[in-house]
């Protein structure tokens, strides 16, 4: 392997590119493209990667070949007549095989009771918090994935597949971690410390947290008559991120998604909210316990209102193998991190972390090795 680069992100699939040296040898036409694994690994190929920094502090990422391409150039290096060829594999999450359209009618259900009925039939381990919100009839036109999607998008809670368990909860509840814990990054200014946190960047100016920005101008100047100071401010309506502007939430809501009653319509609203309305973006070094919806910890010399909690809304993980010179080897982690306050993060008292079912490989399926123990 010479390298690795996973994304994670809610509402989306996993998806990982891995790099593998195939040694192709001329000499020996009868003999195909071989790796330790055997020959090249077909489309839909059941794929299981260990990564991290140590055997003792990886993680699991399981998934499907969803294509291959390679790189074969004159610079590929030679060993004698055999020759090393990178192939790129393109790897979909265990929520590849949701793709298939289905076309079916579900009534007086809950966006938690669907989560749990798909989520078993594919074979995975559901962990839901329950909601309230009925739906009376619903039409299902697209495939498992997407219409979960679109479900939990109508009553607000975020859907993340780690592995073989299903996470639909709400933006409160915290995902956590293989061991309960919550990682720590530092970054120091002090000469020779070693910082955990290489770059963060964190949002600047006034932010909205129903959507779009605000841009408030405020000017003050000294009366030469009386000497007081006298303020004068400016305040631009909702903009997108290219200042153009656009109508209220309410409007924009009830054009994309007809609301059947005034309940329906506040549970709408609440749903297309930003919670997570401050923003920040940060690298560190590789850890493989930062995940989508985890909490992790930032101290350091940022400044006072960037230390303590974030919320990790998307990581993506870079692992790049250096076989001449192993000290050279590179893990990352660029997260896209956000918070509910522009100083502190507010969420509820976390719960004892809950066991996650292995995961088994039937039938070339990887499955949940139970499905019970729902929350």
Not at 183 to 209: C, E, M, Q, Y
Not at 224 to 239: C, I, P
Not at 344 to 362: F, I
Request: one cysteine or more; a neutral charge; proline letters at 5%.
């Amino acid at each position: 392997m010479a390298g690795v680069a996973i994304y994670q992100a809610e509402n989306a699939h996993q998806i990982a590119e891995l790099t593998v040296m195939h040694t192709y040898n001329p000499a020996m036409p009868h003999q195909e493209w071989r790796n330790p694994e055997g020959a090249m690994w077909a489309e839909n190929t059941p794929v299981h990667l260990r990564y991290g920094w140590w055997r003792d502090d990886s993680a699991d990422w399981y998934g499907y070949v969803a294509s291959s391409r390679c790189l074969a150039t004159e610079t590929d290096p030679r060993y004698g007549y055999a020759v090393q060829i990178p192939v790129v594999y393109t790897l979909a999450g265990t929520t590849m095989l949701m793709q298939t359209r289905r076309n079916r009618t579900w009534r007086t259900t809950t966006a938690s009771a669907v989560a749990r009925q798909i989520g078993l039939e594919h074979r995975l381990q559901p962990r839901v918090d329950s909601s309230s919100g009925l739906f009376e009839q619903v039409a299902q036109t697209a495939s498992d994935w997407q219409f979960l999607c679109d479900i939990t998008d109508q009553v607000g809670y975020r859907l993340y597949a780690d592995g073989t368990t299903l996470w639909v909860v709400a933006r409160e509840t915290v995902m956590p971690t293989a061991d309960g814990s919550v990682p720590t990054v530092w970054h120091r200014k002090a000469p020779g410390a070693i910082n955990s946190l290489r770059d963060f960047s964190a949002v600047l100016g006034d932010t909205d947290p129903v959507g779009g920005l605000r841009a408030r101008h405020e000017a003050v100047a000294q009366r030469r008559t009386s000497g007081v100071l006298a303020r004068a401010s400016y305040s631009q309506t909702r903009t997108t991120l290219h200042g153009a502007q656009i109508n209220a939430v309410l409007d924009r809501q009830y054009g994309e998604r007809p609301a059947v009653s005034y309940n329906h319509a506040q549970r709408l609203l609440a749903a297309d909210s930003h919670w997570l309305w401050v923003e920040a973006r940060a690298v560190t070094n590789g850890d493989p316990r930062l995940k989508p919806g985890t909490l992790v910890n930032c101290r350091g010399d940022l400044g006072d209102m960037n230390t303590g909690l974030w919320m990790i809304r998307s990581a993506t993980h870079k692992v790049s193998v250096n076989h001449l010179y192993p000290q050279k080897t590179e893990y990352t982690a660029t997260l896209v991190l956000g918070r509910n306050d522009s100083r502190e993060l507010a969420v509820p008292v976390r719960q004892p972390p809950v066991r996650m079912a292995p995961t088994v490989l039937v039938d070339g399926t990887w499955c949940a090795a139970y499905t019970g123990g729902l929350t």
